[in-house]
């Protein structure tokens, strides 16, 4: 699998941490006052390979968009883990942004629900977006009909990147992924015995997470796997039972301080040749860019057993309901859509562009193989990233796999993972 995935980007430029300003205005009457002319973008993306992404959509809007000021309101963590809490408290004050990031799918839902977003489905008319989405991405946006959200970008969220040099110390061949859970599982047992204290890195919350679904995919298949989330799967079945079993296992493997870090932490033991594994979604491409991090030095795979699935997610924006300067955010959603502001973004963030007229030879290699492997793998969405499952679900999750974390106890987990997953 190696030799289809080439490791050649495109160069992150410089990254430097804008302020984080406060924008509390609310009128949008083009009376002249500056303030009026705010557009307030709510984001997690803070550093790295992500902010040099927001940064290439902000050059943009600089320039379609040259009436309004783009205000950095970014909020630092991991999947959003931080910026998700104080946007809740900013939408529940009824102080919502002129726009926000959400992932694309189920997650949208908690805020569809409670009216804190707007139908923008006029928009992909008059930006033509519905000629420009593929329909697979505009099935999953569409909820009764409408559609709340513009996105930037297509994830994959089952890679596995790994460090050749530990992988090396148990004979272990780097350029080939192990063929399924059982065969990786093998390998760690190998990586141990070589003296690898830690054959698997990852930290808290979502991380686990992913490394969680990623086992359920390969076990279970796509088909299957999905089921869980849409009712079809019975999460309570002996097939998910054994999975965790597995999971477990995996588990087993990895820092004992996987619940104080955060995914770039973990990413980090590898590159210092303290872990061999970790498991993360393809914006690790642009981080290592934007660290320095040598082509040489690591490598990456789908997660063993799952090569023939990608498992998406997509970072959208939305047009909140009574936000700042609406006007202002429809211009930063048609840029969020356009052809260039999604070339000046994923470029720079290692995801592909949700256009499917986007051209190839425009993109570095990596994104070549990707949006391929978009057009020919199995789609599958994501709960951790919100693409499978609401936020109310993911936070449920995600507090079992903490509570799992320290006991281990795949029942617990089950049990847990069978609530979460019913209809909210």
């Known amino acids: 699998m190696r030799g289809g995935w080439s490791k050649t980007f495109a160069v992150v430029g410089a990254v430097g941490l804008l302020a984080v300003s406060a924008c509390g205005n609310s009128d949008d009457s083009g009376s002249g006052d500056s303030a009026s002319k705010d557009v307030t973008v709510f984001t997690w993306w803070a550093d790295g390979g992500e902010k040099a992404g927001l940064d290439g959509l902000v050059s943009v809007f600089g320039t379609e968009c040259k009436d309004y000021k783009f205000v950095n309101s970014a909020v630092a963590g991991g999947a959003g883990a931080n910026a998700k809490q104080v946007l809740a408290n900013d939408l529940q004050a009824k102080n919502p942004p002129s726009t926000f990031q959400a992932h694309a799918g189920a997650e949208l839902g908690d805020y ?16 033509g977006l519905d000629k420009a989405f593929p329909k697979n991405l505009l099935d999953n946006l569409t909820v009764d ?77 796509p088909d299957k796997f999905t089921g869980l989330w ?37 990413l980090s033991y590898v590159n210092k040749g303290q872990a061999a594994y970790t498991l993360m979604g393809d914006w690790v491409a642009a981080q290592q ?18 090569e023939s699935s990608f498992q998406y997610l ?76 609401t936020l109310a679900q993911n936070n449920s999750i995600q507090s079992a796999m903490g509570q799992f974390s320290s006991g281990m106890d795949v029942a617990t987990l089950q049990k847990a993972l069978v609530t979460a997953s019913k209809p909210s």
Not at 179 to 185: G, H
Not at 289 to 306: N, S
Not at 320 to 328: I, M, R, V
Not at 330 to 340: P, T
């Open 145 to 221: 009909g409408k559609i709340y959200s513009v996105p930037a970008n297509v994830h994959r969220a089952n890679v596995v990147w790994a460090n050749p040099a530990v992988l090396k110390k148990a004979n272990i061949d780097a350029t080939k992924a192990p063929a399924s859970v059982d065969a990786w599982i093998a390998d760690m047992e190998k990586l141990k015995a070589a003296g690898v204290k830690t054959p698997l890195a990852t930290s808290k919350g979502f991380a686990e997470e992913m490394v969680m679904e990623a086992v359920l995919l390969a076990e279970l298949g």
């Open 230 to 266: 849409n009712g079809k799967t019975d999460m309570a079945g002996a097939d998910v039972t054994a999975a965790l079993e597995k999971f477990k296992k995996i588990l087993s493997f990895s820092n004992v301080d996987r619940e104080a870090i955060d995914w770039p932490d973990a």
């Open 289 to 306: 860019l934007a660290d320095k991090v040598p082509d040489t030095a690591y490598t990456y795979w789908p997660a063993p057993g799952t």
């Open 314 to 389: 997509a970072d959208s924006f939305t047009l909140p309901t009574n936000g700042k300067t609406p006007e202002g955010a429809k211009c930063w959603l048609k840029v969020v859509g356009s052809a260039d502001g999604q070339k000046a973004f994923n470029t720079k963030k290692g995801s592909i562009p949700a256009r499917s007229d986007a051209v190839a030879t425009d993109y570095p290699k990596y994104q070549q193989a990707a949006m391929a492997d978009w057009k020919s793998k199995t789609i599958v969405p994501s709960c951790a990233h919100g693409s499978a499952c």
């Open 112 to 127: 569809i629900n409670a009216g804190q977003v707007d139908d923008v489905s006029s928009l992909y008319t008059e930006f």
